[in-house]
């Protein structure tokens, strides 16, 4: 079966903090997506990265294709950060292929 | 910044009737989509629709779902007879190129509750 692991469930930093999230997948992926889920429902993509590391202001995304893993980090994490990050795999299957969601990771920063 | 935008943002009805979610993606985006997310659960992929026909849909979408695109703008979720366990957050998202190419534009979503 096609799963995304995230980890960890739930993520409770103070505000200046380093954060690491993590997310596994055990199929081959043409693409991976960070999404950010704000308290009110609404979705905003992050990044969509095939290999490498992008960096986005304080978000960092890498991805280890080999090795079937992808981390986000977020640096000096404020507590306008606190959301939901979900990775999303796109399986090997066309560019309109189906995303495969993980649970989520529910991240609240304390100032 | 252009936007995805869906209504309505929250729909009650009756178990049986039929819903249509509507959704208005980017306007030079091509490849459009309909998410779904059960309170608590994770987001599950819908449909993908492009080139005016569905590309991809998952276990999910059965017969009593179907999406339209019925003039250059909107691009719409139909469910036939709805069912208590459709209730749920409906997202609508876009993307300019394909979901390994480009990123995802997310509506707001619509919340759909069937009593």
């Known amino acids: 079966k096609n799963e995304v692991e995230q980890s960890p469930q739930n993520l409770t930093a103070q505000e200046g903090e380093f954060i690491t999230i993590n997310c596994s997948y055990s199929?081959?992926?043409?693409?991976l997506h960070w999404l950010q889920q704000h308290p009110g429902g609404g979705i905003v993509s992050l990044f969509m990265?095939?290999?490498g590391k992008k960096k986005h202001g304080r978000l960092i995304a890498t991805i280890n294709i080999q090795e079937k893993h992808s981390s986000l980090h977020i640096t000096a994490s404020h507590p306008r950060d606190s959301a939901v990050y979900i990775c999303?795999?796109?399986?090997?299957?066309?560019?309109?292929?189906?995303?495969?969601f993980g649970k989520g990771t529910k991240l609240s920063v304390k100032p | 910044e252009p936007e995805v935008t869906q209504t309505p943002s929250h729909q009650v009805t009756q178990m049986g009737q039929e819903v249509i979610l509507r959704c208005v993606p980017i306007?030079?985006?091509?490849?459009f989509y309909w998410y779904r997310q059960i309170l608590g659960q994770k987001v599950e992929f819908l449909v993908s629709?492009?080139?005016?026909?569905?590309?991809?849909k998952s276990e999910i979408f059965d017969d009593q779902f179907s999406v339209e695109r019925p003039d250059g703008s909107n691009f719409t979720l139909k469910i036939r007879s709805t069912k208590l366990e459709d209730s749920a957050m409906y997202f609508c998202?876009?993307?300019?190129?394909?979901?390994?190419?480009?990123?995802?534009?997310f509506g707001n979503g619509t919340r759909l509750t069937v009593t």
């Open positions: 998202a876009s993307s300019e190129a394909g979901q390994e190419y480009s990123p995802l534009h």
């Open positions: 629709f492009y080139n005016n026909e569905i590309s991809e």
């Open positions: 990265l095939s290999s």
């Open positions: 199929v081959g992926i043409s693409a």
């Open positions: 999303a795999a796109l399986l090997v299957r066309g560019s309109q292929g189906n995303l495969i």
């Open positions: 306007s030079n985006h091509l490849y």
